[in-house]
């Protein structure tokens, strides 16, 4: 194989071939070499027109792949269209008008990702994914400058010399450094760089990346740069990358640097800006360079050009170049790491550092031998070999199944591709109540303790007056108790209360017997109640005696019929004539009588009186029904 050398600067080329092809006599293919070697490229090629437009669907991932919701994502070219991206990282315009689009992609904390899209019928729909780099962020005075370090990459930047990347003018204040390095051995991280589509060393040149790190610097919200004559520091890691480096010194032999290329964003191209030393510190390989400006600066080697054109596309190289490394894929938990191979159009296999690109370009890549990884399941394996085995299915943690007493305790386990408590519920029991001090228990296992007992209900214990109000609670042998005691009886009394506490209310005492009060024609009829000194009292209602008359009745009430209590007096006398009469009183013993004057007709009025016998004024009846009175003469009796 010889190579091909093409100048990039129009006035021809210069191909020199140990047993390779000749250029070609035109340029009319789309590949971004110049082929004819005359300088410019795809000069001959007439892009075939396109009609209409398709869906386009692009997705924005971290390379850890989750996907970056409200990316921003610009499109610039043939058609113009920009939006933000969902919770799923999705950007899709349904129409858009077939054609070549540059794609911006700018993310929160991630470092921005450009690249050129074919937007045609044959990819209309598909989805296209991108990939973007988290960044690390420091802050430092502008006037004082800093170190930012990540992943072991160092930015040191200077003390001053900042300028407005927009005006030019000179800014001082807070530097926000926004750094990303992405690591040329990790795939991941080279899916989150611009694609090696050309370089301005020549056509066709293929770069090996040692390592690149991007950096945006910001004061007070405003992109800055470093200012004419303002140099920063970078200093990468190369440890890593030990084969590819003695293959570049097989290429140049008497070179301890390894060329430092920017990306230019307007142009779509790594270009070449000086280069850096290849140190030993501590054992590593190191990359230092300074650098005037920042964008996403690559510690990259051109491996020459080739007699044929050859793209990079995923194998790094397809003609006597590594490929990103001899091993793929991985060799944790059930994975098996394969071997990289590229093919070519053809299906002819590309070694990693054996040439044999023969119908132009490397369009895929494979890795034999790969077991790769698979959904976790539960079977004790790492089946998505990440390191960790079973993850999500809680293996070996605590578990219990079953409440109260049927409560069982046992630990997580795999069982058919899934996780479960290894133990089951024990049987119910039924529901007892709880000793005061005790645990409570819940036998019958559903969730509550001493329920359906009627524990808190309102309860009582004795009747009548000793009867005490209380609430069920449990007893200390677990029987449910009124938490109340009866009180003491006493002797009962008419008073509408159970003082005995034998369940009757004023018994024995002739309550509500049938009874009489008073005499004669007094007497009345009623029933025994209770009285206020707690006697039963019967509850007639006698009338006021009546005038005792000779009838057949008591009418004073006294127990007698006809007695004596009313007398009719012979009174005889002589008047002042001196003649002898009789007369008749009548009256109460006790009252007094008044009459006329002797020898008149007398008439007994009862008054107020006293005294064991009454008078008839001046009369006194006595047990012998005689008066004396006064005025008259000696009655005789």
Same mark, same amino acid.
């Given at each position: ?206 770069? &090996? ?23 920063? &520091? ?178 997580? &386990? ?224």
């Amino acid at each position: 194989m010889g190579a091909q050398t093409c100048n990039a600067t129009g006035d021809g080329a210069t191909c020199t071939a140990t047993a390779a092809a000749a250029p070609s006599t035109d340029d009319n293919n789309d590949n971004r070499f110049d082929d004819d070697c005359d300088g410019a490229i795809d000069e001959d090629f007439v892009a075939p027109t396109l009609q209409g437009g398709g869906r386009l669907h692009l997705r924005v991932i971290a390379t850890d792949g989750g996907p970056v919701t409200g990316a921003r994502v610009e499109l610039t070219g043939d058609a113009t269209a920009d939006g933000v991206t969902d919770e799923s990282g999705d950007f899709v315009v349904d129409t858009l008008t077939y054609g070549s689009l540059h794609v911006e992609v700018a993310a929160d904390d991630h470092a921005p990702a450009r690249y050129t899209l074919a937007h045609t019928p044959a990819t209309a729909g598909s989805l296209v994914e991108y990939v973007v780099k988290p960044v690390d962020v420091f802050t430092f005075s502008s006037e004082e400058g800093g170190v930012a370090t990540t992943e072991g990459a160092t930015v040191t930047l200077p003390a001053g010399g900042y300028v407005s990347k927009l005006s030019g003018d000179p800014v001082v204040g807070p530097l926000e450094v926004r750094v990303a390095y992405f690591d040329g051995a990790v795939e991941e991280d080279m899916r989150a760089s611009p694609p090696l589509y050309r370089t301005d060393e020549g056509p066709g040149a293929t770069l &090996q990346t040692f390592g690149m790190v991007d950096v945006e610097l910001f004061i007070h919200g405003e992109p800055v740069q470093l200012g004419e004559g303002t140099q920063a &520091q970078l200093d990468l890691p190369l440890a890593d990358y030990a084969d590819a480096l003695a293959i570049y010194r097989t290429i140049y032999p008497e070179s301890q640097t390894i060329p430092a290329w920017y990306w230019n964003d307007v142009e779509g191209l790594w270009s070449r800006e000086g280069e850096g030393q290849v140190v030993e510190v501590e054992g590593e390989l190191r990359w230092q360079a300074a650098v005037t400006h920042f964008t996403r600066w690559n510690a990259d080697a051109v491996y020459g050009f080739w007699d044929f054109p050859c793209w990079w596309n995923g194998c790094y190289t397809c003609s006597r170049v590594p490929a990103w490394m001899r091993a793929c894929g991985t060799d944790t938990g059930r994975c098996q790491a394969g071997q990289l191979r590229c093919w070519d159009d053809g299906g002819h296999q590309v070694h990693l550092y054996d040439g044999g690109c023969t119908n132009g370009y490397c369009n895929q890549r494979i890795c034999d031998g790969e077991i790769g990884p698979t959904g976790e399941t539960c079977n004790g394996q790492d089946d998505d070999c990440d390191g960790s085995t079973d993850e999500g299915y809680n293996v070996g943690a605590s578990c219990s199944a079953g409440v109260g007493q049927c409560r069982r305790t046992g630990s997580i &386990q795999c069982s058919g591709g899934s996780s479960s408590c290894n133990v089951s519920a024990g049987p119910a029991g039924t529901e007892t109540c709880t000793p005061p001090g005790a645990t409570p228990v819940d036998e019958d296992c559903d969730g509550a303790v001493d329920e359906g007992l009627g524990l808190g209900a309102t309860c009582s214990e004795g009747t009548g007056a000793c009867r005490r109000t209380g609430t069920k609670v449990c007893s200390a042998t677990g029987t449910v108790v009124c938490n109340v005691v009866a009180g003491t009886p006493t002797a009962e009394t008419c008073n509408d209360v159970d003082d005995d506490c034998d369940g009757a209310v004023d018994d024995g005492l002739g309550k509500g017997d049938t009874c009489t009060l008073g005499l004669g024609e007094c007497q009345r009829s009623g029933v025994k109640v209770c009285g206020g000194d707690g006697t039963a009292v019967c509850n007639a209602q006698p009338p006021a005696p009546g005038v005792e008359t000779c009838n057949g009745r008591d009418d004073n009430c006294n127990g007698e019929v006809d007695d004596d209590p009313r007398v009719d007096v012979s009174l005889r006398y002589t008047n002042t004539s001196g003649f002898e009469e009789t007369s008749t009183l009548s009256g109460t013993e006790g009252t007094t009588c008044s009459f006329n004057a002797c020898g008149g007709e007398f008439i007994c009025t009862p008054t107020a009186g006293g005294g064991a016998s009454g008078s008839c004024v001046g009369a006194t009846f006595d047990s012998t029904n005689t008066a004396d009175v006064q005025g008259c003469a000696s009655p005789e009796g």
